[in-house]
């Protein structure tokens, strides 16, 4: 891979640090501003919770139940940001934050070396401006923490694939492929090694298997050694000491909506996906001979992209955030292809059309904002519809001023300014992500934490009716375990929950199906603290001694 030319390499911790620093603003500001979701955030907090409350990181619980449905590494994250900054939004969020400011600087890094510094600026500001990416950024699942151990170990292989000159950088990156790969390993089980090895096995067979293998000298085999035992060492003990599954159960059980997997990578992508086209034209034009040999490294990057999408889009799993893995390769693509044009005269032609679908569809999103708040609000979508009302129609003005520039700067030739002005725009409404979903997301019961610690005073007992998984939270916010109860019996114990509420003073969360349907006809006697979207918070009245 090319070296950083002398002339920039004074700039390159600088980038870095630029690069986080507004990548922090970005993603972190807003963490605060956005409910933790139930139940997938709320799951898995409050496993990383049950963690640091027993100080047992070998054996993850959820709910005090034996949980190895994910691989570890990002619980444990989770787990250390709880023990260090206690429980929040923000904390909770935190590892995910930095995983994802983690992918944008290696992706800087990458596109960097490969194509020089200004495509790694641009193919950075496309990746942290992705929808898609961004979303993930802000939601905590081990997701982002897979894309981007995957992505730091295809990116090392790479660099040691195309790295002549120096046999020490070489092998480092021979090493770090195996230790990036256990961490993907650790991060989200089986699919941590299955895709970046695919990515490799696929590209060599494209561009020449035994050449790769003669090139390989006697310090590249014994630095893949070393990385195996590093490999090996980070990642099997877990798995040994808790006979864990490889196979995480989010890719052999969980299932969305197929047309969601579909439709989300492009929309995901907007609106960088119209120069993506473009990018892989541009790469193959010439034929394969040069393509495979002289810009091998887009070659490596369009695999990378076509196999993971195709390798989820044909299994039986497709979870949406399945996808976010190709993010950091297509960023690159057209963070380069963006970056050759830029030197180029403001007023050439070069990429015309693409800046004038950017500009067409920002004019779509101008229009399509306030029709998307009236329908989610007809269909009683909002939990706050007043402010969700004022936050939309600021969505709707970032737009439309951000569109208004790109086409101004479009008409007077000035395709850098258009560039920077698609960028900013991003940012200002990618802002809104968490204020706005908070708004849509299912109800959380935080507020009714708040209640439960104001009027409780015996620890009395918290009942979840027929809610477990919409009222996930709960537990992380009372730094306790609920009682769940399933068909008017208490689990745990097998107790009815009408013997309970006669005989002791209880809270009880329960789910707008148990309100409408189950308690008219219960004969219980309840009193209703506060209510959100489809959960109900109710107390009984406070029972004396003799009354038991």
């Known amino acids: 891979m090319s070296q950083i030319p002398p002339s920039h390499r004074p700039f390159y911790i600088s980038d870095l640090l630029t690069i986080f620093l507004l990548c922090l603003l970005i993603y972190l500001t807003p963490s605060f501003m956005r409910p933790i979701a139930n139940p997938d955030e709320a799951r898995y907090a409050e496993v990383a919770r049950e963690m640091q409350v ?33 429980i929040s939004r923000t904390s909770l969020r935190f590892p995910n934050v930095m995983f994802a400011i983690f992918g944008i600087l290696i992706t800087y890094h990458a596109a960097r070396r490969v194509y020089g510094r200004r495509a790694g600026l641009i193919s950075s500001a496309v990746l942290a401006t992705s929808a898609f990416f961004y979303a993930f950024g802000n939601i905590a699942t081990p997701d982002m923490a897979l894309t981007v151990f995957t992505s730091a170990a295809l990116f090392s292989f790479l660099a040691a694939y ?35 090895l695919s990515v490799i096995l696929l590209f060599l067979c494209f561009t020449g298997p035994i050449s790769f293998l003669k090139s390989l000298s006697k310090s ?45 990578m492009p929309l995901g992508f907007l609106p960088w996906l119209v120069f993506l086209p473009r990018a892989i034209w541009n790469a193959a034009k010439e034929g394969w001979k040069k393509f495979k040999t002289e810009n091998a490294e887009s070659l490596f990057f369009i695999i990378w992209t076509i196999f993971v999408f195709s390798f989820f889009a044909f299994s039986k799993s497709k979870l949406v ?67 969700g009302l004022w936050l939309f129609a600021l969505l709707a003005v970032i737009f439309l001023l951000g569109t208004g520039l790109i086409r101004i700067f479009l008409a007077k030739g000035f395709f850098k300014y258009s560039i920077v002005s698609t960028v900013l725009t991003m940012c200002f409404a990618l802002f809104l992500f968490c204020p706005i979903a908070k708004h849509i997301q299912r109800a959380s019961t935080e507020g009714f934490a708040k209640i439960i610690k ?47 509420v006669k005989n002791e003073k209880v809270f009880i969360v329960a789910s707008q199906y148990w309100v409408n349907n189950i308690y008219p006809q219960s004969g219980l006697e309840l009193t209703e603290l506060s209510s959100l979207g489809k959960l109900h918070l109710f107390t009984n009245k406070e029972k004396s001694d003799g009354g038991k």
């Open 162 to 196: 195309k790295e002549k000159e120096s046999f020490v950088r070489r092998g480092l990156s021979f090493i770090l492929f195996f230790i990036f790969s256990a961490l993907a390993l650790m991060s989200n089980g089986l699919e941590g090694i299955i895709l970046p």
């Open 454 to 500: 104001t009027q409780r005073q015996n620890s009395e007992r918290i009942i979840l009716v027929n809610c477990t998984d919409e009222a996930q939270d709960l537990n992380l916010w009372m730094n306790e375990i609920a009682s769940v109860c399933e068909n008017n019996t208490i689990v745990s114990t097998n107790e009815k929950l009408s013997k309970v």
């Open 54 to 86: 027993n100080e047992d990181y070998l054996n993850p619980k959820l709910n005090d139940v034996s949980y190895f449905d994910e691989a570890p590494l990002f619980l444990w994250a989770q787990a250390s940001s709880i023990d260090t900054f206690g």
């Open 220 to 264: 590249d085999l014994f630095a893949c050694i070393l990385g195996f035992l590093a490999f090996c060492a980070l990642a099997l003990p877990w798995y040994i000491l808790t006979n864990a599954p490889f196979l995480s159960e989010s890719i052999s059980n969980k299932q969305s909506e197929p047309w969601l997997f579909f439709a989300l």
């Open 321 to 387: 955030a399945y996808i976010l893995p190709i993010y950091p390769a297509i960023a690159i693509l057209v963070g380069s292809l963006i970056a050759k044009s830029w030197k180029m005269a403001d007023n050439a032609k070069e990429l015309y059309a693409e800046r004038s679908i950017i500009s067409f569809l920002g004019l779509i999103a101008t229009a399509s904002v306030m029709p998307i708040y009236f329908t989610l609000r007809v269909n009683s979508s909002f939990l706050y519809p007043e402010s």
